[in-house]
């Protein structure tokens, strides 16, 4: 194909747009040489060599950032402050192997530079760039390839001992940092967002950590249309919740989600109807349940070894449960300010045994917030972060 197209740019040497096009052509070409090649593949044709002696054997690095200055002079609800997006890479050798450990942000006043309370953070997101270069196929999916989610509440990631997440030295990454303010309305305050990632080195090793990718599942809400579950004709809605009837009462259907490249955010199905990863929220208990099936997108039986949690102001809970077997399988606690709107802390999970998760079984997750302010201007979103061993 490529000798192809090279025959072609010669003949019309002349046009430029030709060369560009084409050139890019060869560029998609180059890049999707690794489509089909899992990390677990690729890691097998190389030769690492593995330290048996000297110093600091699988030795920790930190790779720190700050965001640029952000403003915060009013209220700022979830979703609405002021953000910044830095781009970096490691500046290790470009032939070197990163195997990322764990993450954290910091939020710092600029005037003072200490430290602040994670209550003016949004959240921080660590994100790849470009993940169609990768030398292997990146299982993440979704609206971004997002591999760390920090929030108030929850603003550090360490990975399981021996668990972490593999990515080339060379590839570019993202830092999302956006800031927040429920409570003072009278304000004046410049600061960042500090930023640490924990690494280590594939030259310093003297064994293969087990390799993770993470797969984010969220809630979605209906914004409109008929009634009924995200991707089900009606007929499906009576048996979604028997784990033995999976496929609805018309011939070739599946009552599962499904989640299109061109459909991602907002989300639309073919029965009419739209939904959102994000909502107002009601002055009152809700409690939204999702099939999450398509969105963890398990290629294989594998287990969970961590487990992060991205939601607003008044969530109570989150819950991962296998609806095949009907068991609850996580349930991530949240824990509200008392005297002020917040979040003062949200539960995680950590686990070098893991919780076991298969290709076949049906998912679901289900949030839980109870508002009570009554300036009904509250968002909500919820979001599970799953970090699952890559074994194929």
């Known amino acids: 194909m490529i000798a192809g197209l090279l025959r072609v740019l010669s003949t019309y040497k002349h046009q430029w747009w030709l060369y560009s096009t084409l050139g890019l052509l060869l560029l998609m070409t180059s890049c999707d040489r690794h489509a089909d090649l899992s990390f677990t593949s690729w890691l097998k044709n190389q030769n690492f060599e593995f330290k048996s002696s000297g110093a600091s054997p699988n030795a920790t690095h930190y790779f720190t950032l700050q965001s640029r200055p952000l403003k915060i002079d009013t209220i700022f609800r979830s979703m609405q402050g002021p953000y910044d997006i830095t781009e970096f890479d490691f500046h290790e050798k470009k032939e070197e192997l990163i195997w990322l450990t764990g993450y954290t942000s910091k939020i710092i006043n600029k005037k003072s530079s200490s430290l602040i ?26 609206t971004s390839i997002r591999l760390f989610t920090l929030t108030e509440g929850q603003v550090s990631v360490k990975l399981p001992d021996g668990f972490a997440i593999p990515i080339p030295a060379a590839q570019a990454m993202t830092v999302v940092s956006q800031v927040l303010n429920h409570n003072a309305a009278d304000i004046d305050l410049l600061v960042s967002h500090d930023v640490a990632l924990a690494y280590q080195l594939q030259s310093e090793l003297d064994h293969i950590p087990i390799p993770l990718y993470q797969q984010a599942a969220f809630i979605t809400k209906q914004v409109s249309g008929p009634e009924g579950w995200f991707g089900m004709p009606r007929l499906c809605n009576d048996h979604y919740l028997d784990s033995t009837k999976l496929k609805g009462d018309q011939p070739n259907h599946e009552c599962k989600i499904s989640y299109g490249e061109s459909d991602y955010n907002p989300y639309f199905d073919s029965f009419g109807r739209t939904y959102s990863g994000h909502w107002k929220l ?49 349930i991530a606690h949240v824990e509200n300010h008392d005297d002020k709107i917040g979040i003062k802390r949200i539960d995680s999970y950590s686990s070098e045994a893991g919780i076991p998760v298969y290709k076949k079984h049906t998912y679901e997750l289900i949030s ?23 074994k194929k």
């Not at 208990?285 to 287990?303: A, G, I, N, P």
């Not at 939601?311 to 991962?320: G, I, K, N, Q």
């Open 117 to 142: 309370s994670d209550g003016y953070m949004c959240h921080n997101n660590l994100n790849i760039s470009r993940a169609k270069t990768f030398p292997w196929q990146v299982k993440t999916q979704g």
């Open 282 to 330: 009601p002055l009152k208990e809700q409690v939204l349940t999702t099939d999450v099936t398509k969105m963890l997108d398990l290629q294989f039986d594998t287990r969970i070894h961590y487990i992060g949690v991205h939601v607003h102001p008044f969530a109570r809970s989150l819950e991962l449960r296998d609806a095949t077997l009907d068991t609850s399988l996580y």
């Open 368 to 390: 839980t917030y109870e508002c009570t302010d009554t300036s009904d201007i509250h968002t909500a979103m919820a979001t599970m972060f799953l970090y699952l061993h890559d």
